[in-house]
């Protein structure tokens, strides 16, 4: 009698980067079989392929093709009925080889994401229950091998295979049928190539259901790598044999031949200096009609889980802390060497004389008909001794294993598409202000390892180590670094700085990489649900109705991370309350008393980002979310507001707004409004609607749609500029502005309108000059302005008669630090400067800005100024 079926919970076992096999359900009614998997040869039956080629049966040249042994382990993986697993130890990686273990073999375990569990019992992911048509089979089970499964465990006692039938990538759907083998005759398809993969792994992946849930990088795998530039290695810039045009040398042949890389893989494995790697394979054989890189150079054919840099890690030629990935792409494009004694931490420094390398460290010369664009040492490693930023800093141990959320589970897929090999995104990136553009800095350097990111160039990422756990860089960390985004982006009620925890060692510092806002490689992006005002400081919380006090239970306050006239909020509470006090480092005290149900342990938020009643960051932003959590500015006219201690003797850097509040202005929560004027919207403004319900602006959101909506999308730029004159010289995004503004939106137009902004902002400095201060570039920004000699001093200005005053320069700082800030909300922006300069010039929102600023002309400002100031603003009449 065949035994009971043991339970097995349906679990997702492989990575999208390497099968579409393994899926949480089907739904592919309207997709076409793929091609026969048989080449017109008779199948003979999976389990006749077993019969032979059991490992214990293979020749010593085979491969553990099954996995019923682990190599280098001295029991079998799975025995018996009941089964026994290995689940731990040195070998364990290396033991779970072999089809039966792989995502061909579908042999699913109970755990999500795990691969140590493999019961014979399993069903697989997904089981036959799970098909919603008969298509499903044409790629999970294309032969029918699953329906066998059960007969052949309990008709031979071989447990092995499994004991449930299950759906399965035979032997011959990938090498054609074998009536012809028998152990001595040929296989249609012996080592099969990537067109045998593209029998399934095609544009035909399923997009409904669970299919690209589970696997989004799944689909257009087939395809993707027929366009890649690894389907193209074998090309006339190889060093092919003379009079050839299909034969390779083998130091070429190592990484631009899919036969090379394998046969030559454990002679040179990634860490050979040039003259190391001639040195090896001089001499050695010739490949003969050579094959293009493909999926079987980096696959295991049998475990598609194992990749090609294990083999190296097996064999312990590199430090074992390595990951296979990054032991599988650094193979052949270098770029960490190991030391002579190849002990661990010492084990990598940069391999600035790898093969591609035009010349070293000490210039000198390496490859002389070489270049940069295949080599990644210009760009991948950096110093940690040094304060600026040579290049990426790659995680090398991060394997291709996956991990749910994406906490960088890969070391290169996690910023490439490693089917696809297309770095025009990763170029455009590192061209940008995200990438510090670095790759610009590299280009136009006389030495591209020295060359940096400073402080000059990247200011948002060098100037401070953001990544400190220093209190008061803390809250930097959510913004000015991938780990700290990452982390709150993918939980953002319960995100806590202080949790961080960074690969970086020493000075090095992170910029916004792709795998920051990015979960995958086809461009899947985090979203934090919502905007979350910036927080000074997270943790947890004793909260007790009624009470003034509030105890940290996670938390050391202070006025660094929380300042005092910062909102509090208990996580689920809609009710806030004003930080009035820090009480040592283990209480505050709030206003008005709380008056929620008493907590303990509650998640809670301190921000400074206090937005106006009635206003809010909302409305359906989809991907834009990702960028207004780094771009609402950092605190609000509404803190000043709030500020319960006297403001006279601060200095500025208090009450700093920070830079690129793109996402306050444009949804006005960040500007100091004066009691009176209104602030709404016109009810012909509908920047904060693009992406959103305008129809040909995209579905992302307003950020996504006006700057990145072009072919440079990873610039971030919705206009280019002249170099040498700074105008702008066209307006990529323009079929954005086109869907409203029609033909008037024009580079001559911006540049007018540019003008007139940087005039009313000159005009609103000259008020605050009359005030007795001046606005500087540099922290703490306000200065003290010497009115008989008018020139700005080196003394910080801290006698701030009232807020009025203090919100005035609150505005300009905030403007000043978000160039065409106009752009975004124009209306909102002119408002700001209207009122600040009504304000300062008698006290009163009474009109009077006309005047003053006609006023302020030729001291404080030109007659020109005056007159675009006033072009700006409306011509004197409020906006």
Request: charged share 15%; net charge negative.
């Amino acid at each position: 009698m065949k035994n009971p079926r043991v339970p097995a919970p349906v679990v997702l076992f492989v990575i999208a980067m390497m099968s579409a096999v393994l899926l949480n359900g089907c739904g592919s009614a309207n997709k076409e079989a793929p091609a026969s998997a048989l080449a017109g040869v008779a199948a003979i039956g999976f389990t006749q392929c077993y019969n032979c080629h059991a490992d214990a049966k293979n020749p010593a040249s085979f491969p553990a093709i099954f996995g019923d042994s682990a190599a280098g382990a001295s029991t079998p993986l799975v025995t018996g009925v009941a089964g026994t697993v290995q689940t731990s130890g040195p070998d364990f990686r290396t033991a779970m080889r072999g089809w039966v273990n792989g995502p061909h073999g579908n042999y699913e375990s109970g755990t999500p994401d795990a691969k140590t569990d493999n019961a014979p019992a399993n069903t697989g992911v997904p089981a036959y229950a799970d098909f919603t048509d008969n298509t499903c089979q044409s790629c999970h089970d294309p032969l029918g091998d699953g329906k066998t499964i059960a007969d052949f465990a309990f008709s031979t006692g071989v447990f092995l295979i499994g004991l449930e039938n299950r759906p399965v990538i035979g032997c011959e759907s990938c090498h054609g049928g074998g009536a012809n083998h028998w152990g001595l005759g040929p296989l249609p398809f012996a080592s099969p190539d990537a067109g045998r993969c593209g029998q399934c792994h095609t544009e035909r992946f399923p997009t409904d259901g669970n299919h690209i849930a589970a696997h989004p990088e799944g689909s257009g795998i087939f395809e993707a790598y027929g366009a890649s530039k690894h389907a193209r290695s074998v090309n006339s810039s190889v060093r092919e044999v003379s009079g050839s045009t299909t034969d390779v040398v083998a130091p070429c042949a190592r990484c631009h031949t899919d036969e090379g890389a394998r046969r030559y893989l454990l002679i040179s494995a990634g860490t050979m200096t040039y003259g190391e790697l001639v040195a090896a394979l001089d001499g050695k054989p010739t490949i003969r009609n050579a094959s293009a890189v493909q999926c079987r150079t980096c696959h295991d054919g049998h475990n598609q889980l194992i990749i090609l840099g294990q083999k190296v890690l097996d064999a312990g030629i590199l430090p074992p802390v390595w990951s296979d990935e990054f032991a599988t792409c650094t193979s052949c494009h270098q770029l960490l060497t190991v030391t002579p004694d190849g002990t661990y931490p010492s084990v990598y420094t940069l391999q600035d004389k790898a093969y591609h390398n035009p010349y070293d460290m000490t210039q000198t010369t390496v490859n002389p008909f070489s270049g940069w664009d295949g080599a990644i040492v210009d760009t991948h490693y950096d110093d940690p001794s040094t304060g600026n930023i040579e290049g990426y800093i790659v995680d090398f141990t991060s394997s291709h294993d996956p991990t749910p959320g994406n906490a960088n589970s890969g070391t290169c897929r996690d910023c490439h598409n490693t089917h696809n090999a297309d770095t025009t995104i990763n170029k455009q990136w590192a061209r940008s202000a995200h990438g510090g553009e670095i790759l610009d800095i590299k280009e136009q350097a006389s030495n591209v390892y020295t060359a940096a990111v400073t402080t000059v160039e990247g200011i948002a990422w060098v100037v401070n180590d953001f990544k400190s756990t220093a209190s008061n860089r803390q809250p930097c960390h959510r913004c000015h670094t991938s780990t700290g985004f990452r982390n709150f982006a993918n939980s953002p009620t319960t995100y806590n700085a202080a949790n961080d925890s960074y690969v970086a060692t020493g000075n090095q510092k992170e910029m916004l990489y792709c795998w920051g806002c990015h979960t995958d490689t086809v461009g899947d992006l985090r979203s934090p649900g919502g905007f979350f005002p910036p927080a000074y400081v997270g943790g947890t919380v004793d909260v007790t109705s009624g009470s003034a006090t509030v105890t940290g239970t996670g938390t050391n306050w202070n006025t660094d991370n929380t300042p005092v006239g910062s909102l509090f909020q208990v996580a689920g509470d809609t009710a806030t309350y004003i930080v009035q006090a820090v009480n040592l480092v283990t209480s505050i005290t709030i206003t008005p008393a709380y008056g929620g149900t008493s907590l303990s342990g509650a998640n809670y938020r301190v921000t400074p980002y206090i937005v106006p009643t009635g206003r809010a960051i909302a409305g359906g932003l989809a991907g834009s979310f990702v960028c207004v959590s780094c771009h609402p500015g950092r605190e609000t006219g509404e803190f000043i507001k709030s500020y319960p201690v006297a403001i006279n003797g601060k200095n500025f850097g208090t009450f700093n707004s920070h830079y690129l509040a793109a996402g306050g202005i444009l949804y006005r929560t960040i500007g100091y409004e004066y009691a009176g004027p209104t602030y709404s919207n016109p009810l012909n403004f509908t920047h904060d609607t693009i992406g959103v319900s305008v129809a040909g602006t995209g579905t992302n959101g307003p950020c996504v749609g006006c700057h990145m909506q072009n072919t440079q999308s990873h610039l971030f730029l919705p206009t280019q500029r002249d170099p040498n004159t700074n105008l702008i010289t066209s307006i990529p995004s323009g079929a954005v502005c086109a869907v409203c503004h029609g033909t008037s939106m024009t580079a001559a137009r911006l540049n007018m309108l540019e003008t007139q902004y940087d005039a009313a902002l000159a005009a609103l400095q000259g008020s605050l000059n009359v005030k007795g201060t001046c606005w500087t570039s540099g922290y703490p920004y306000f200065k003290i302005y010497d009115t008989i000699n008018n020139i700005c001093t080196a003394t910080n200005f801290t006698a701030w008669p009232d807020n009025g005053t203090l919100g005035a320069a609150f505005n300009m700082n905030m403007l000043e630090r978000m160039p065409m800030a106009f752009v975004h909300n124009s209306t909102y922006t002119r408002r700001l400067i209207f009122d600040s300069i009504d304000f300062l010039d008698d006290g009163l929102q009474n009109g009077s800005v006309a005047a003053t600023i006609n006023g302020l002309a030729p001291v404080y400002i030109t007659s020109q100024e005056a007159a675009d100031a006033l072009t700006f603003l409306n011509n004197g009449v409020r906006p």
